[in-house]
C-alpha cells in the first residue's frame, strides 16, 4: 500500500524541548517537502529536498532542521529556537519536476 | 503582490448547484497547476492537475486554465454535502521543485 505515512499523528512539547517529526514515503519520490499551516490559513514551505543528501531552506526555515539521508525518510526537527511551534506540519512528496505533490497526514504539533 | 491569490470566502452554494473556483497567479512563466481539497482537520488531497490551456474534466470537476490572463479555475457540478471543504489552488512557478499555493476558499454546500 504506496503513501506517505507521519507520526506522531500528534505532539506535544515543552518549552526549551527539540522535537522530531517523522515523514516516510514508498511511492519512489525523489523529492520531499515540509509545509507549516495555521489556522485558517495556506501552506509555508520549510524546507525541501530534491535528491539524498541535499535539501532547501523554504521561506520559514528558522527555527528548524532536516536531514535527508534515505530517499525514503525525510525528518523534520523542531528545534527551541522556533518561537511560535503550534502548528499543523505537512509533509509532501513528489516524482519530479513541476509536478504534483502529494501529502501525508500531517502531525499537529502543540506547545504546552 | 502573493503569488497566487484566490477569491476569498467563505462560499455557500445549495445542493445540486454549481460552485466556482477562482485563483490567479503572478508568475508568467507557471508551467504546472493544482487543486487540492483539504477537509477540516485533515492534510490536503490532490483533486485536478492542468498543464494546458483550455478545460480539464474529471467527473464532476472542470479545471480551467488561461495562461494569457493568468487564472485557473475549478467548477464543480452537482455540489455534494460531501463538497463542503477549504479549496486550495497551487503553482508551479517557472518548473521549479517548489509549489505555491493560495490560502484557499472554503466552501459550504447546504441541503
Known amino acids: 500500500d504506496g503513501g506517505i505515512t507521519q507520526s506522531p499523528k500528534y505532539l506535544f512539547r515543552k518549552e526549551g524541548q527539540n522535537v522530531t517529526l517523522s515523514c516516510e514515503q514508498n511511492?519512489?519520490?525523489?523529492?520531499m517537502y515540509w509545509y507549516r499551516q495555521d489556522p485558517g490559513q495556506g501552506l509555508r514551505l520549510i524546507y525541501y529536498?530534491?535528491?539524498?543528501?541535499?535539501?532547501q531552506k523554504g521561506d520559514i526555515a528558522e527555527g528548524y532542521s532536516v536531514s535527508r539521508e534515505k530517499k525514503e525518510s525525510f525528518p523534520l526537527t523542531v528545534t527551541s529556537a522556533q518561537k511560535n511551534p503550534t502548528a499543523f506540519y505537512l509533509c509532501?512528496?513528489?516524482?519530479?519536476?513541476?509536478?504534483?505533490?502529494?501529502f501525508g497526514p500531517g502531525t499537529r504539533l502543540t506547545v504546552l | 503582490q502573493k503569488e497566487v491569490e484566490q477569491n476569498s470566502g467563505p462560499l455557500s452554494v445549495p445542493e445540486g448547484a454549481i460552485a466556482s473556483l477562482n485563483c490567479t497567479y503572478s508568475?508568467?512563466?507557471?508551467?504546472?497547476f493544482f487543486w487540492y481539497r483539504q477537509y477540516s482537520g485533515k492534510s490536503p488531497e490532490l483533486i485536478m492537475s492542468?498543464?494546458?490551456?483550455g478545460d480539464k474534466e474529471d467527473g464532476r470537476f472542470t479545471a480551467q486554465l488561461n495562461k494569457a490572463s493568468q487564472y485557473v479555475s475549478l467548477l464543480i457540478r452537482d455540489s455534494q454535502p460531501s463538497d463542503s471543504a477549504t479549496y486550495l489552488c497551487?503553482?508551479?512557478?517557472?518548473?521549479?521543485?517548489?509549489?505555491?499555493f493560495g490560502a484557499g476558499t472554503t466552501v459550504t454546500v447546504r441541503a
Open positions: 511511492l519512489n519520490h525523489d523529492a
Open positions: 529536498s530534491q535528491i539524498v543528501n541535499d535539501f
Open positions: 492542468i498543464y494546458s490551456n
Open positions: 497551487a503553482v508551479n512557478p517557472d518548473s521549479r521543485y517548489k509549489l505555491s
Open positions: 508568475d508568467r512563466g507557471s508551467q504546472s
Open positions: 509532501a512528496s513528489s516524482p519530479g519536476l513541476a509536478r504534483e505533490q502529494f
